[in-house]
């Protein structure tokens, strides 16, 4: 079974600029996340698809963050304009059901560093 | 919302020791989660306890959940150097995650350090 899937694996950029992160959930899992994990911190979540729709993007910072998850598959998360403080991993995660707490499988993630 | 919160931040042992970590969470939850993280295979998922189970294990693994305490532990035996990384607890969100459509907070990790 293939994992999950993203790319850039490292990005680098000036702040103000934008930048985009792409995610392949494994095949046939209908909830997608993405967490913000800053170094020396534990992942926090960003926001979460099930399927297509958002279930929770409470912690997203939305004047500068966006996300969607076209045809419930691939994710696409964006910052726009960037910040220093953006520098930090982000990482996808899936997971097979909807409803209650299963566990959640990661992908490699994408090292983010915002000069 | 919930945070489990791990106890030591860090840990350093000699191989063939064992490593007891501990994790602390705030409200009731159906189940808590431990991961590993390290630089070669990224964040991965170890073991999940559901509140109705006292222990569990898992090879070397052994996860206890003392809901009464609010609180679990993940102790490795017989460490080896492959096992150097951070480990996270997890816990559900919402109503003991029931409804919460899986979301889990992850608390601040130990590291881990196995010296061959």
């Known amino acids: 079974e293939a994992g999950v899937a993203q790319s850039p694996r490292y990005k680098i950029i000036e702040k103000r600029q934008s930048v985009a992160f792409w995610c392949n959930p494994i095949s046939g899992h209908a909830t997608l996340y993405w967490y913000q994990q800053i170094l020396g911190q534990g992942p926090k979540l960003l926001i979460q698809?099930?399927?297509?729709?958002?279930?929770?993007d409470s912690q997203l910072p939305k004047d500068r963050f966006s996300a969607e998850r076209l045809k419930g598959v691939d994710s696409t998360l964006k910052i726009q304009p960037a910040k220093l403080e953006d520098s930090a991993v982000y990482l996808c995660?899936?997971?097979?059901?909807?409803?209650?707490?299963?566990?959640?499988?990661f992908g490699p993630g994408t090292r983010l560093t915002v000069t | 919302s919930q945070q489990g919160e791990e106890d030591p931040q860090a840990l350093s042992i000699q191989e063939g020791e064992n490593a007891t970590m501990n994790c602390s969470y705030k409200?009731?939850?159906?189940?808590l989660q431990w991961y590993r993280q390290n630089s070669g295979r990224g964040l991965v998922h170890l073991i999940l306890i559901r509140s109705n189970e006292r222990e569990k294990h898992s090879g070397r693994l052994r996860v206890t959940l003392d809901t009464s305490k609010k609180s679990s532990s993940l102790l490795i035996t017989a460490s080896r150097a492959a096992d150097t990384a951070s480990y996270f607890c997890?816990?559900?969100?919402?109503?003991?995650?029931?409804?919460?459509?899986?979301?889990?907070?992850f608390g601040q990790g130990t590291i881990l350090t196995v010296h061959p």
């Open positions: 409200t009731s939850i159906n189940n």
């Open positions: 995660a899936s997971s097979p059901s909807g409803q209650g707490t299963y566990e959640q499988y």
């Open positions: 698809f099930q399927n297509n729709g958002v279930v929770d």
């Open positions: 997890a816990t559900p969100d919402g109503d003991a995650g029931g409804t919460s459509y899986g979301k889990l907070t």
